[in-house]
C-alpha cells in the first residue's frame, strides 16, 4: 500500500474548512437569533422574569403537564403509521418506549448522535428492519409532519384570519388557509391512486389515504396540544385565543427546525417573542417560554431517563424477562442518559452565570469563607462544560466516560450546596448519578477520554452554549456598568463578577480545547504491515470462525488491528482520507464494540474517515452506535447445501453444462494445500493467460490475488484437459468446516464453454458430501437496491445497477449466480454521512483497482 501519511496531515484541514462552513452557519445563525431575543427583551430585567415565573398558577402547570403527554402520546402514531407504511410491524409498548425517548432526547438536544432519526436507527435495525426502511420511516416522519404543520397553520388561518396582530384583513387569512386545507385534501384523494409521485428523476411511494389521515390528525394533535403547553403558560393579558397562536406556534415550530440550531433555541423564542411580545407584558412571556422549555423539554427527558434506568433494574427485568421493551431500554439508555448529561452540564455553566438567591446567599455568608464559595461557583462552571464534552462518551457507552460523568456530577453536587445552596440543582444532579449508576453495565466499551476527537458537531454544540451562555450574562446584568474592577471584586453580593469569571472559565476551557482538537498533529502513528507472526495469528483467528471471507486478511495488503487479547482483529487499508476495513470484526463478537470504536477513533485522529465495507445486517446496531449510516453495496449470494440438489427444470442449465464439459473430457480435481506448490506453474500459467484475455489487471484488499505463498494456504479446486490444467479456484475455509466459499477462479482460453458453471457445481455438491452447511458465491454488487427507497445513495445505485453493464456486468453476475439457488443477503457499508459515502465508495474502487490506473484500465 502505498504511503499516504503526508497526505493524510494536509487534507483534514480541506476537510475541517468544508464540513466547518455549516457549523459557523448554525453559530451564526445562533448568535442572530439570541441577538434578537436580548433586543426583544431590552425592556425587562432578570427579576421581573423570576416574578413572572413565581407567579404562574399551579393549575397552568399541571394542564400544561396534561398537554404535553398529549402531545407525547400522539407523536408515537408517527412511528406507528410509518412503520405500516414500509410494511412493518412491531409491538406498540416498543413503539411507544422508542417514540417517547426519541422525541424527548430529539427535542431537547436535536444533533448529531442525539437526533430522534439516529435513535430510531439504533432501536430499528435490530428488528429487522433494514436501513433503507430506517431511512424512509425518517423521510415519511419528517414530510408528513411538515404537511401536518403545513396543514395546522392552514387551519388556523382559515379559522382566525389574522394571526399575525398586523391588521391583515381576515378574508386573506380564510382564503389562504381554505387553499391550503383544499391542497391537503387534494393530497389525500391522490394517495388513494396508489400512484408514485414523480418530481423529476426522483419517485416517492405515497401512503394510503387511512395512514395520510391519521398521520395527518396526530399533527394536528401534537401541535395542537404542545402549542396549548406553551399557551395555557402565556399571561391573560396576552389575549389570543388558541387556533390563533397554534398557527403561530406552527411557524416558530418549523422556523427553529429549519434554522438546525439544537432544539430550535433561540430561533423558537424570538418568533413567538415577535408575535406575542406585543399582546402582553414582554417579561411574562419570556418566562412563560423558559417554563415551557422546562416542562415539555426537560420533565419528558428526565422521565425517559428514569424509564430507561429502570427497565435495567435487576428486579423489573425479573418481572418482564428478556422482552423486547428490555431489549430496548437497554439500547436506549446511553443516548438518553447522554442527553440528559448534556442538559445537566448546561444547567451548571447558566447557573454560573446567573444570580442566586439573596437569602441564600446571606444564609451562606455566615457558615462558609468568601473563598471557598468563589472557588465553588468557578468550578461549578468549569465542571459544567467538562460534563458537556463528557456527555459525548456517555452518547457512546464508554466506560471512561461513565467514570467521568459520575465523578463529575459528585463533585458538582458538593459545589452546588458551597456556591449558592441550590437544592433543586443539587437533586437534578442526584437523579443523573442515579440513573447512571443503574445503567452501568450498559458502559463496558474500553475507550480513552483523552484520546478521544471531539468532532465538528459537538463543537458546534460547545459553541452554542458559550453563545448562550453570553447572552444570559448581558441580559442579566445588563443594569451593571462594565469596569475593569469587576474582575477583581471579591464579596457575597458581588454576582456580576463571580458571573464574569465563572464564563470567562468556561470560555478559556473551551477555547484550549478547541486548540486542542484542531492543532494536535492530525496523523498518529499507523499500525506497521503485518509481519509472518502476525498473519500467524490472523490465521488462527481465522480458522476459528464460521464464515471463511476473514482469510483474505491473510493476503498480506491490509493492516491488522487486534483486540487486547488477541482474539479478535479488524483488517483495514487506508486510501486517501478514508479508513476502509473489511467485512465485520472476525473474532468473538464481545470484543466487536471496542475494536470498532478504537477503529473510529483512530481514523478520526488522523483527520479520515472510518468505512467499513461489506457488513452483514445483523450487526448494524453496533456501527450506529458509533455514530455511522449504514448504505445496501449489494447482496452476497450463499447457497444452503442441505437443499441443494440437481433435479427439476431449475437446474436443467446445470445438468447441461455438467453433460458438455464432461463429454469435453474436463475432469475434476481438488488438490490439498500441501499438493499446490507443485502445481503452482501451471496455475500461474491458467492466470496469466485468464488475466490477458479479459484485459485486467490484478485487485486486491476485498479480492483474492495471485500470490503463491496465498494460494497455497488452502485447497485449490482444478479442472483438467487432456491431462493439462485448464481452469483452477482457490478456495476459503475454516476450521468450523460449515461455510466454504470460492476466492480466486480462472480459466483458460484452452476450457470448453460452462467451464465455471462446471466447477462450481462439482464444488458445491463436494461440500454437501462433506457436511457443510453454505457455500458463498460472493457478492453481487448493488442488487436489492430497493426503487422506491429513499436517499441519493439508492436512486445513484439502483440507476448504476440497471444501465451500467457497459461498464459492469452487474446484473449479470446476479443472473449468473442465481443459477445455483442461493439466498441473497444484504451487504452494507457503514460510514459518516453527507458527501462520505460516495467519497469512500470512490476511495474503495481506487483501493481494489490498485491505484487510479487500475480504475481506468480495469
Known amino acids: 500500500m502505498a504511503d499516504v501519511t503526508g497526505e493524510v496531515g494536509r487534507i483534514p484541514w480541506r476537510g475541517w474548512v468544508k464540513g466547518g462552513l455549516t457549523g459557523l452557519v448554525i453559530l451564526a445563525v445562533g448568535a442572530l437569533a439570541w441577538t434578537a431575543l436580548s433586543h426583544l427583551a431590552a425592556e425587562i430585567s432578570y427579576q421581573e422574569v423570576v416574578d413572572a415565573l413565581r407567579a404562574t398558577p399551579g393549575w397552568a402547570l399541571a394542564v400544561a403537564v396534561a398537554a404535553t403527554g398529549v402531545s407525547f402520546l400522539a407523536l408515537t402514531f408517527y412511528d406507528w403509521t410509518a412503520l405500516r407504511y414500509v410494511g412493518r410491524k412491531v409491538p406498540y409498548p416498543v413503539i411507544g418506549l422508542t417514540s417517547f425517548c426519541a422525541y424527548a432526547v430529539g427535542n431537547t438536544v436535536g444533533f448529531g448522535p442525539l437526533t430522534a432519526g439516529a435513535i430510531r436507527y439504533r432501536f430499528y435495525t435490530p428488528h429487522g428492519l433494514e436501513p433503507e426502511e430506517v431511512a424512509r420511516i425518517v423521510g415519511f416522519v419528517t414530510a408528513t409532519f411538515g404537511l401536518g404543520v403545513a396543514g395546522v397553520t392552514a387551519l388556523g388561518l382559515f379559522v382566525a384570519g389574522d394571526v399575525t396582530g398586523m391588521g391583515m384583513p381576515g378574508w386573506i387569512g380564510h382564503g389562504v388557509g381554505a387553499v391550503g386545507l383544499c391542497l391537503l385534501a387534494a393530497l389525500v384523494v391522490a394517495s388513494g391512486r396508489h400512484q408514485a409521485v414523480k418530481i423529476g428523476r426522483w419517485s416517492v411511494e405515497p401512503p394510503a389515504p387511512r395512514l395520510l389521515i391519521i398521520q395527518f390528525l396526530a399533527t394536528i394533535v ?96 425479573v418481572m418482564l424477562a428478556d422482552t423486547r421493551v428490555v431489549r430496548a431500554g437497554r439500547r436506549l439508555a446511553p443516548p438518553v442518559l447522554g442527553a440528559l448529561t448534556l442538559l445537566l452540564a448546561s444547567m451548571l455553566v447558566f447557573s454560573g452565570v446567573t444570580p442566586a438567591d439573596d437569602a441564600r446567599l446571606d444564609l451562606l455568608s455566615g457558615l462558609l469563607p468568601l473563598p471557598l464559595m468563589e472557588g465553588a461557583h468557578f468550578l461549578s462552571s468549569v465542571l459544567g462544560l467538562m460534563l458537556f464534552v463528557v456527555a459525548r462518551g456517555v452518547t457512546y457507552r464508554l466506560d471512561g466516560a461513565w467514570w467521568a460523568a459520575v465523578s463529575i456530577v459528585l463533585a458538582a453536587m458538593v459545589l452546588a450546596l458551597a456556591k449558592a445552596l441550590a437544592v433543586t440543582e443539587m437533586v437534578l444532579l442526584a437523579v443523573l448519578l442515579c440513573l447512571l449508576l443503574l445503567s452501568r453495565r450498559e458502559f463496558t466499551r474500553k475507550a480513552s477520554l483523552l484520546h478521544s476527537a471531539l468532532t465538528r458537531p459537538w463543537l458546534v454544540a460547545v459553541g452554542l452554549l458559550l453563545i448562550a451562555a453570553l447572552s444570559v450574562l448581558f441580559f442579566v446584568y445588563k443594569g451593571v456598568d462594565y469596569t475593569h474592577d469587576l474582575w477583581w471584586q471579591f464579596e457575597f453580593s458581588g454576582e456580576a463578577p463571580r458571573g464574569l469569571r465563572a464564563l470567562l472559565g468556561v470560555a478559556l476551557l473551551a477555547g484550549l480545547g478547541a486548540g486542542w482538537v484542531l492543532l494536535r498533529p492530525a496523523v ?134 455438467a453433460n458438455r464439459c464432461e463429454k469435453a473430457g474436463v475432469q475434476f480435481e481438488m488438490v490439498p494445500a500441501a499438493g499446490v506448490p507443485a502445481l503452482m506453474d501451471e496455475l500461474r500459467a491458467v492466470s496469466d493467460d485468464w488475466m490477458a484475455a479479459h484485459n485486467v489487471r490484478e485487485k486486491r484488499f476485498s479480492l483474492g490475488a495471485f500470490i503463491p505463498d496465498y494460494i497455497a494456504l488452502r485447497p485449490v479446486a482444478v479442472l483438467r484437459r487432456d491431462g493439462q490444467v485448464v481452469a483452477f479456484a482457490s478456495l476459503m475455509l475454516t476450521g468450523q468446516g460449515e461455510e466454504a466459499s470460492i476466492d480466486l477462479m480462472r480459466f483458460s482460453s484452452k476450457a470448453p464453454p460452462a467451464v465455471m458453471e462446471y466447477l462450481l457445481m462439482r464444488l458445491i455438491l463436494m461440500f454437501k458430501e462433506q457436511g457443510y452447511k453454505r457455500f458463498n458465491l460472493g457478492m453481487a454488487p448493488l442488487s436489492g437496491l430497493s426503487a422506491s427507497a429513499v436517499g441519493l445513495w439508492q436512486q445513484v445505485g439502483r440507476a448504476v445497477y440497471e444501465r451500467g453493464d457497459r461498464f459492469y456486468n452487474f446484473s449479470g453476475l446476479r443472473t449468473f449466480k442465481s443459477k445455483f439457488g442461493p439466498e441473497w443477503e444484504a451487504r452494507y457499508m457503514a460510514v459518516p454521512g453527507g458527501l462520505n459515502p460516495m467519497l469512500a465508495l470512490a476511495d474503495i474502487t481506487v483501493l481494489i483497482a490498485g491505484g487510479l490506473r487500475g480504475v481506468v484500465g480495469k
Open 222 to 317: 401534537d401541535i395542537a396540544a404542545a402549542g396549548t403547553v406553551l399557551w395555557v403558560l402565556l399571561p391573560a393579558s396576552a389575549d389570543i385565543d388558541l387556533p390563533s397562536f397554534i398557527a403561530i406556534y406552527a411557524v416558530a415550530i418549523g422556523l427553529g427546525v429549519l434554522s438546525h440550531v439544537p432544539a430550535g433555541l433561540g430561533v423558537f423564542e424570538t418568533v413567538i417573542m415577535a408575535a406575542v411580545g406585543g399582546r402582553a407584558d414582554t417579561e411574562q412571556v419570556l418566562g412563560a417560554l423558559l417554563l415551557y422549555r422546562v416542562v415539555y423539554h426537560v420533565v419528558p427527558l428526565l422521565l425517559a431517563g428514569v424509564a430507561v434506568a429502570l427497565l435495567e433494574t435487576r428486579r423489573v427485568a
Open 524 to 657: 498518529m502513528a499507523d499500525l506497521p504491515d503485518p509481519d509472518k507472526d502476525m498473519l500467524a495469528k490472523a490465521l488462527a483467528v481465522v480458522d476459528a470462525q464460521r464464515r471463511p471471507g476473514a482469510q483474505l486478511a491473510l493476503l498480506g495488503d491490509k493492516k491488522l488491528l487486534f483486540s487486547e487479547n488477541g482474539q479478535a482483529f479488524i483488517m483495514y487499508a487506508r486510501q486517501g482520507r478514508s479508513w476502509i476495513a473489511l467485512f465485520d470484526p472476525v473474532g468473538p463478537s464481545v470484543e466487536w464494540a471496542t475494536l470498532i470504536w478504537r477503529f473510529v477513533e483512530m481514523a478520526r485522529a488522523s483527520g479520515g474517515r472510518a468505512v467499513f465495507y461489506q457488513v452483514a445486517p445483523e450487526n448494524l446496531a453496533l456501527y450506529a452506535d458509533m455514530g455511522l449510516v449504514a448504505f445496501k453495496l449489494g447482496e452476497e449470494a450463499q447457497v444452503d447445501l442441505s437443499s441443494f440438489d440437481l433435479k427439476g427444470s431449475k437446474r436443467a442449465n446445470l445438468r447441461n453444462s
